[in-house]
């Protein structure tokens, strides 16, 4: 394996490890807000471009990449 490649794979694995993964925005959005109820820090979906589903996270982590 290339070393760019194991670099994707490292980045995959920290994106996406224990995260739930949503087939939607609007799936994700509903997780959000029901995460909102018991942690008011701010949080925010997106899509990642690793596997393509939308994780709920941090928005500070948003601003990374
Ligand atoms: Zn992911």
Same mark, same amino acid.
């Given at each position: 394996?290339?070393? /760019?490649?194991?670099? &994707? $794979?490292?980045?995959?694995?920290?994106?996406?490890?224990?995260?739930? +993964?949503?087939?939607?925005? !609007?799936?994700?959005? /509903?997780?959000?807000? &029901? $995460?909102?109820?018991?942690?008011?820090?701010?949080?925010?979906?997106? +899509?990642?471009?690793?596997? !393509?589903?939308?994780?709920?996270?941090?928005?500070?982590?948003?601003?990374?990449?």
């Amino acid at each position: 394996m290339s070393v /760019a490649g194991k670099l &994707a $794979l490292l980045k995959r694995t920290k994106c996406c490890a224990g995260k739930l +993964r949503h087939p939607s925005e !609007g799936k994700a959005q /509903a997780h959000l807000r &029901a $995460l909102a109820r018991i942690d008011d820090r701010p949080m925010d979906v997106y +899509r990642c471009r690793f596997c !393509g589903h939308w994780h709920v996270g941090h928005a500070k982590y948003l601003k990374v990449d």
